[in-house]
């Protein structure tokens, strides 16, 4: 994440949950053609199709209530990652463990690990408004990503306000930063005075976290 980003998670004690919509991905909360083509036949005892379409248009507007918090799952630093997500070489990014992740969150989130599928060949489960923000195209495989999932939405005395718009972009959910963080490392191309202001503004902020240089930025040795 960019330093703004990091600066805004400390000086909240929270993270960021983006609007599903607002992602580049356009598939985002959608089901697979393959669930359009199969619906017949899955459902073939269904005696009412129009719940079909009903459900279809749901999934579509429950998009702007869905707010998804994305990381990347390794065991190293990815360098492509980096490229990826960092507007400048100021950036850093954090480290933490799944279940710390999972532990902390209220219970309203879905922490799972993304499944990457071939959308005209594989059938995508249905029957939860969470699995579409779980399953992504296999051109995405590289992201190889966790999500963290909520939906809130609007009601009223009558049920869920289907068709209502949301006017909020993305939403904050509190979280004890000191637990959740392992380390925080810095950019590989960030300048040499970066370390140090990351480093006085964690402790503005009476936070101990260990940050340490990106390994990806070490010397190489000939």
């Known amino acids: 994440m960019d330093f703004t980003k990091y600066v805004s998670m400390?000086?909240?004690?929270?993270?960021?949950?983006?609007?599903?919509?607002?992602?580049?991905?356009?598939?985002e909360g959608a089901t697979s053609h393959a669930n359009l083509n199969l619906r017949d036949e899955v459902y073939s005892d269904m005696p009412n199709k129009k719940?079909?379409?009903?459900?279809?248009?749901?999934?579509?507007?429950?998009?702007?209530?869905?707010?998804?918090?994305?990381?990347?799952?390794?065991?190293?630093?990815?360098?492509?990652?980096?490229?990826?997500?960092?507007?400048?070489?100021?950036?850093?990014?954090?480290?933490?463990?799944y279940n710390k992740l999972s532990d902390l969150l209220p219970y309203s989130t879905y922490v799972g690990t993304v499944k990457y599928i071939d959308y005209e060949k594989d059938w995508m489960p249905e029957g939860n408004t969470f699995y579409p923000f779980v399953h992504k195209r296999k051109s995405f495989e590289h992201e190889n990503e966790l999500r963290v999932v909520t939906q809130d939405l609007p009601t009223d005395d009558n049920g869920?306000?289907?068709?209502?718009?949301?006017?909020?972009?993305?939403k904050h959910i509190s979280i004890d930063i000191e637990k959740l963080i392992e380390k925080v490392f810095i950019s590989p191309d960030a300048p040499t005075w970066f370390p140090t202001l990351v480093q006085k503004v964690t402790k503005q902020f009476n936070k101990e976290i260990v940050i340490q240089q990106s390994l990806l930025g070490k010397e190489p040795i000939f």
């Open 10 to 27: 400390l000086s909240t004690s929270s993270l960021y949950f983006s609007r599903a919509d607002q992602f580049d991905d356009p598939y």
């Open 51 to 97: 719940i079909l379409n009903d459900l279809s248009r749901f999934a579509e507007w429950v998009r702007q209530w869905t707010y998804v918090n994305c990381w990347h799952m390794n065991n190293y630093e990815s360098a492509a990652m980096w490229k990826l997500y960092s507007k400048t070489d100021e950036a850093i990014t954090i480290q933490s463990t």
């Open 160 to 170: 869920i306000k289907v068709g209502k718009p949301n006017s909020e972009m993305g």
